[in-house]
């Protein structure tokens, strides 16, 4: 019993690798495999890190480090502690932006994993647990079949997500956020940068100060604000929560299965509506702008229709038209 716990809490840091060096430039490698790993985390700077799943129990960890100028003791470090195992890159602060890598790690399936890296980007594929974390501060995320409740996070780098089923909350401070085949709740937020939703079944939460957004082939709820860009939905069944600063909103093969709001202050809304006309009730106002709603029209209010789904909608500057 004293033994095992022994084991158990014994912390091993390696430098470990084969060295090559020529005159400028010194690489160093490394390609290691461990085993009762239940958790990893990574901490890469200036390199690409790379995640996927693999069918075996253990976890394959293979890197290089690139360095460009002689005398940088920058190097690649790993860390077993009580089953996880952490990665990260060691910099000479004297010489750290000269150097570049890779580091790839295959994985069991349903592992808990996270990557912070900086200057480079992430890919992760076919992961599958309830904390996977995804944050680059100058890189892009690619990722493809997660499962589970997922964080992913950019500071200055685009997102690109496809093949998601659960819980995911993902926001990026300067760059494009794309997410395709999801399942499930989502969350997302952009300080600069167009979104992008398609194929999407559950709840989308979102918002955007400088940006467009779009939805395409999306069912269930949105609830979308933008201060600067317009908001475009195709092929929706659901319930929509427009609000839009400075920018138009469109809707085409739109469906409403639930009450919903439209909100511009400048620009139009214009909602192309698979519906038939008694299916809404309509409360519409607008500062400056026409209001029309299947064949009823009005100048600064419209109220008009009797129907289970309430449309309430308002515009400071800009026509509204629903049809």
Same mark, same amino acid.
Do not use: C
């Given at each position: 019993?004293?033994?095992?716990?022994?084991?158990?809490?014994?912390?091993?840091? &390696?430098?470990?690798?084969?060295?090559?060096?020529?005159?400028?430039?010194?690489?160093?490698?490394?390609?290691?495999?461990?085993?009762?790993?239940?958790?990893?985390?990574?901490?890469?700077?200036?390199?690409?890190?790379?995640?996927?799943?693999?069918?075996? %129990?253990?976890?394959?960890?293979?890197?290089?480090?690139?360095?460009?100028?002689?005398?940088?003791?920058?190097?690649?470090?790993?860390?077993?502690?009580?089953?996880?195992?952490?990665?990260?890159?060691?910099?000479?602060?004297?010489?750290?932006?000269?150097?570049?890598?890779?580091?790839?790690?295959?994985?069991?399936?349903?592992?808990?994993?996270?990557?912070?890296?900086?200057?480079?980007?992430?890919?992760?594929?076919?992961?599958?647990?309830?904390?996977?974390?995804?944050?680059?501060?100058?890189? =892009?995320?690619?990722?493809?079949?997660?499962?589970?409740?997922?964080?992913?996070?950019?500071?200055?780098?685009?997102?690109?997500?496809?093949?998601?089923?659960?819980?995911?909350?993902?926001?990026? =401070? /300067?760059?494009?956020?794309?997410?395709?085949?999801?399942?499930?709740?989502?969350?997302?937020?952009?300080?600069?940068?167009?979104?992008?939703?398609?194929?999407?079944?559950?709840?989308?939460?979102?918002?955007?100060?400088?940006?467009?957004?779009?939805?395409?082939?999306?069912?269930?709820?949105?609830?979308?604000?933008?201060?600067?860009?317009?908001?475009?939905?195709? *092929?929706?069944?659901?319930?929509?929560?427009?609000?839009? /600063?400075?920018?138009?909103?469109?809707?085409?093969?739109?469906?409403?299965?639930?009450?919903?709001?439209?909100?511009?202050?400048?620009?139009?809304?214009?909602?192309?509506? *698979?519906?038939?006309? %008694?299916? &809404?009730?309509? *409360?519409?106002?607008?500062?400056?702008?026409?209001?029309?709603? &299947?064949?009823?029209?009005?100048?600064?209010?419209?109220?008009?229709? *009797?129907?289970?789904?309430?449309?309430?909608?308002?515009?400071?500057?800009?026509?509204?038209?629903?049809?």
């Amino acid at each position: 019993m004293k033994t095992s716990l022994a084991i158990v809490f014994v912390v091993a840091i &390696f430098i470990v690798g084969n060295y090559v060096t020529t005159d400028d430039v010194m690489s160093q490698q490394i390609d290691e495999t461990f085993n009762n790993i239940n958790a990893v985390e990574v901490n890469g700077s200036f390199m690409n890190v790379e995640v996927e799943s693999h069918d075996a %129990d253990n976890v394959h960890l293979w890197g290089e480090l690139t360095t460009k100028k002689a005398g940088d003791d920058s190097k690649i470090l790993y860390e077993v502690k009580g089953g996880t195992l952490s990665v990260w890159v060691e910099k000479d602060n004297k010489m750290f932006q000269n150097i570049s890598g890779h580091l790839k790690l295959e994985v069991p399936k349903y592992i808990r994993v996270k990557v912070n890296n900086s200057s480079g980007s992430i890919t992760a594929r076919n992961l599958k647990n309830d904390k996977l974390g995804l944050t680059s501060s100058s890189g =892009s995320i690619h990722a493809e079949g997660l499962q589970g409740k997922m964080n992913v996070s950019a500071s200055s780098g685009s997102i690109s997500l496809s093949g998601i089923e659960g819980e995911l909350d993902v926001t990026t =401070s /300067s760059g494009s956020i794309k997410v395709y085949d999801a399942e499930g709740n989502i969350s997302a937020r952009s300080s600069s940068g167009s979104q992008v939703f398609e194929d999407i079944e559950g709840k989308i939460r979102t918002n955007a100060s400088s940006g467009s957004l779009r939805f395409n082939s999306v069912e269930g709820k949105i609830s979308a604000v933008t201060s600067s860009g317009s908001i475009r939905v195709t *092929d929706f069944e659901g319930a929509l929560n427009l609000t839009s /600063s400075s920018g138009s909103q469109s809707g085409q093969n739109v469906q409403l299965k639930a009450d919903s709001e439209f909100h511009s202050v400048s620009g139009s809304i214009t909602m192309n509506l *698979d519906n038939n006309a %008694d299916d &809404f009730t309509f *409360d519409l106002r607008a500062t400056s702008g026409s209001l029309k709603a &299947f064949g009823s029209s009005g100048s600064k209010t419209l109220k008009t229709g *009797d129907g289970v789904i309430m449309v309430r909608g308002s515009s400071s500057s800009g026509s509204q038209r629903y049809n």
